[in-house]
């Protein structure tokens, strides 16, 4: 079937050749589909179009060919955006919906390519028709992209202690509640490991303030390294720390004392060598008892407390 007859069956010669020089002047790449699925026209952007993906030259003007072959030919989309484009496509056609849009991607090996397909019906002899508008929006895409990274830089720095790269204060509240939600869900109980440093107003003092942002910085490495990737480690204070872990038995709590060490030797730059202490309190709830995440935290504050007394005392 020729282009002529083709598109004769929705329109006159005179409206035909008005409507190409219509879509011709339009940027987008713009094809007519007729209710089987087949082109009946494309303006000049396909041609351009397919020619930058090195196309066969058959597929420049795919008049009476499978809309969807031709647009695989042309590497517009791929067989997960036929799969969704061809059910929207078929209900404009058969007007059980005015119009229908998607967005897909068309990289190139030079760069990445978005576009979105806009279809809308056109009235044609016997049926319905459907114009098939490939619009570029790949500076929008990549504008939206860029500002989401932005947004979750932004929020990651919003919930993270600047020099210790914890966690701070926020973020443990805000994470601990997803993870008392959790644990309610899944059963277990919830730990809270309180820290705070001994003597670190003295390291200040004797040594200076960057060796004292040395000691937060090795704190927060070793509570790295000595709890799950799955714990929140938290700085909450200017030498305090809070780590919240899952536990499926309280008696696990018996594992994470076991391993802590609560005594660290330091050296200066010029030698010096001094020790940092830390004292340490724990509070454990089952999430199916009364309570709240904010209170375990201030059990395990009290607790810490009462054993840097303790330290105190004896010392």
């Known amino acids: 079937m020729g282009y002529a007859s083709c598109a004769g069956e929705i329109m006159g010669d005179t409206q035909r050749n008005q409507f190409n020089t219509i879509l011709n002047a339009i940027p987008d790449v713009m094809v007519l589909v007729d209710a089987d699925l087949h082109v009946l026209s494309v303006n000049a952007s396909w041609g351009h179009l397919a020619r930058e993906h090195h196309a066969a030259e058959e597929w420049f003007r795919p008049i009476g060919k499978s809309y969807f072959a031709a647009c695989a030919a042309i590497r517009v989309g791929d067989e997960k955006f036929a799969a969704d484009a061809e059910a929207g496509v078929r209900e404009v056609i058969s007007g059980s919906r005015e119009a229908f849009e998607i967005e ?35 500076r929008r895409k990549l504008a939206e992209m860029e500002l989401h990274r932005e947004t979750r830089k932004l929020r990651e720095q919003s919930l993270t202690d600047p020099l210790t790269n914890l966690r701070n204060r926020r973020a443990l509240e805000l994470l601990g509640q997803q993870y008392w939600s959790n644990a309610q869900r899944r059963g277990g109980v919830l730990a809270v490991v309180f820290f705070d440093l001994d003597g670190f107003k003295p390291i200040n003092d004797n040594f200076g303030h960057q060796e004292g942002d040395r000691v937060l910085c090795y704190i927060a490495d070793y509570l790295r390294a000595t709890f799950r990737e799955s714990d929140v480690i938290a700085r909450v204070g200017g030498d305090e720390f809070v780590v919240l872990a899952w536990m499926a038995d309280a008696q696990d709590l018996d594992k994470i004392k076991a391993r802590l060490k609560t005594k660290h030797s330091m050296t200066t730059a010029h030698g010096d060598i001094y020790e940092v202490g830390m004292s340490v309190g724990y509070a454990v709830h089952d999430p199916k008892s009364e309570g709240d995440l904010l209170s375990l935290i201030s059990h395990a504050d009290t607790a810490m407390y009462a054993n840097k007394k303790g330290r105190k005392t004896r010392n």
Do not use: F, K, M, Q
Request: aromatic letters at 8%.
């Open 104 to 138: 897909y991607p068309c990289h190139t090996p030079a760069e990445p390519c978005y576009y979105l397909l806009r279809v809308s019906a056109i009235p044609a002899e016997g049926g319905r028709a459907a114009l098939c508008a490939h619009v570029d929006i790949t």
